[in-house]
């Protein structure tokens, strides 16, 4: 069995923790929890007839006051950078924090996910928006830590690019 590390990063409030329970647990709360520092959870899951142990960091979200340390993502393989939907600025801190992964981790494979695509409604990140990721050849995933959608995607895909070396 192969065990690999994968980080959640984004600014704060963005669902990250809620996005993890909702994978290795398959619950969702309306409580919202502040990370303190990191909390890791994990979960086997089944890619190219393997199985594989991810080892989930889910890091503190990023605002002014409090910088995401670096050090902890040493040996991750993939990481998810978490935008929430209806908060624009994550979208930019979201491309701060992908320059500042890279230039300490190098190259390595990650996924955008916007999050709380459950409230549509209150969106502020437009298609163009997400197609300009798309073109920069991001992989982009809408999903609802509180409905579901899209979160087993996420870290198949990542999976899937950790094991397929794809950045």
């Known amino acids: 069995m192969m065990q690999k590390k994968i980080c959640l990063v984004g600014a704060f409030a963005t669902g990250k923790t809620s996005l993890v329970t909702r994978f290795v647990h398959s619950i969702f709360s309306e409580k919202y929890y502040t990370t303190v520092g990191v909390k890791i959870d994990k979960k086997s899951i089944n890619i190219h007839k393997d199985t594989l142990n991810l080892i989930i960091w889910d890091l503190y979200g ?7 340390r670096m050090s902890y993502l040493r040996g991750s393989s993939g990481y998810v950078l978490v935008v929430d939907g209806t908060r624009k600025n994550t979208l930019e801190k979201a491309f701060e924090l ?50 579901g959608q899209g979160v087993e995607e996420i870290f198949q895909n990542l999976a899937n690019r950790i094991i397929t070396n794809k950045c």
């Open 98 to 147: 992908q320059k500042k992964v890279e230039e300490t981790l190098g190259k390595i494979p990650f996924i955008l996910v916007l999050n709380k695509w459950d409230m549509t409604n209150e969106w502020e990140i437009e298609d163009t928006e997400i197609e300009a990721v798309i073109q920069r050849g991001w992989t982009a995933i809408k999903t609802s830590a509180k409905s």
């Open 62 to 68: 990023e605002d002014e006051f409090q910088k995401v």
